[in-house]
């Protein structure tokens, strides 16, 4: 898991809620990331932040949110804007903003709307 | 935008059979990363490539850049039932540094 988590595993819950997704990195990495994935496909890239108290919308930002208060931390919440939100989502870091860091995967959650 | 396309997007093997998954990329690109995700699993870091026409070995596992830089191979060598999973691609988005465009990525599966 290189340093990641992301909890809950598993999240449940109800259409027109809002839901947090943690993500924490003790790996002392400066870029951070969320993707979506949906089964069978690729990773969608969500937001992502460059360094601590910056973020910019990735390719499917609308209905998400996220904050960079700390370096360790970039928590995603999911607001009831997102209109298909059941999907896997997986969290990342990197060491740098560079085409040629690795990126680093948590566990990730996946959120099922009932 | 830039595309990153892969296939084949399933295969099924027999084990001890080759298996061999090409992306392309409608960009020319500065490097190539390849990734594996066990099913389940999350994605974790295989090799990155940078020179055209760069190849790389990972004991059974050989990737290749091509020349133009805007495809790119894994092959697998006598596949085992470890060899299970979906391997992506991914590779920058222009002069974008630290975003990526992923590969909707080839799942292998090895009938032992």
């Known amino acids: 898991d290189g340093g990641i988590t992301q909890s809950p595993k598993y999240l449940f819950r109800k259409e027109g809620q809002n839901v947090t997704l943690s993500c924490e990195q003790n790996l002392n990495h400066d870029a951070m990331y969320w993707y979506r994935q949906d089964p069978g496909q690729g990773l969608r890239l969500i937001y992502y932040?460059?360094?601590?108290?910056?973020?910019q919308k990735g390719d499917i930002a609308e209905g998400y949110s996220v904050s960079r208060e700390k370096k360790e931390s970039f928590p995603l919440t999911v607001t009831s804007a997102q209109k298909n939100p059941t999907a896997f989502y997986l969290c990342a870091s990197s060491g740098r903003w560079a085409s040629t860091d690795t990126q680093y995967f948590g566990p990730g959650t996946r959120l099922t709307v009932l | 935008g830039q595309q990153v396309m892969q296939i084949p997007q399933y295969q099924h093997v027999q084990e001890g059979e080759d298996f061999t998954t090409y992306c392309n990329s409608s960009?020319?690109?500065?490097?190539i990363q390849w990734y594996k995700q066990r099913p389940g699993g999350h994605p974790v870091f295989l090799i990155q490539l940078v020179k055209s026409g760069e190849v790389k070995k990972q004991k059974r596992l050989t990737f290749q850049f091509g020349e133009a830089k805007k495809n790119s191979s894994l092959h697998i060598t006598a596949t085992q039932t470890t060899d299970v999973g979906t391997y992506f691609c991914a590779g920058p988005q222009g002069t974008n540094a630290g975003k990526s465009t992923f590969g909707d990525g080839t799942t292998l599966t090895v009938k032992p």
């Open positions: 960009t020319t690109l500065s490097n």
């Open positions: 932040s460059q360094i601590v108290n910056d973020f």
